[in-house]
């Protein structure tokens, strides 16, 4: 199966919804522009999931591979994103 494109999804709002294609990317985009206001409290996509930011701990490394092999560096702290499925999606997703 292909990636649904913006222009895909949109359709797909649309038709589902009833509303015009202007009114569903208008939707598409206020749903994206509030889970990039709100991912550092948690934001949950209803029926989806969930996008929440995380901090990793600095750390010390050993290479395996490579020129370096066998030398220790440091791993700088980090802030990533994780976006973790809510379970009905996982079942709808997996079955």
Do not use: C, W, Y
């Amino acid at each position: 199966m292909a990636k649904l494109t913006k222009t895909q999804i949109t359709n797909g709002i649309a038709e589902g919804a009833g509303i015009s294609k202007a009114q569903a990317k208008d939707v598409l985009e206020t749903l994206a522009s509030m889970a990039h206001a709100n991912a550092r409290d948690g934001f949950t996509i209803p029926g989806i999931g969930k996008v929440s930011v995380r901090q990793t701990k600095a750390r010390e490394m050993v290479m395996r591979f490579g020129p370096r092999e066998g030398e220790t560096i440091q791993v700088e702290a980090k802030t990533k994103l994780k976006f973790t499925f809510l379970k009905v999606a996982k079942e709808a997703i997996l079955s």
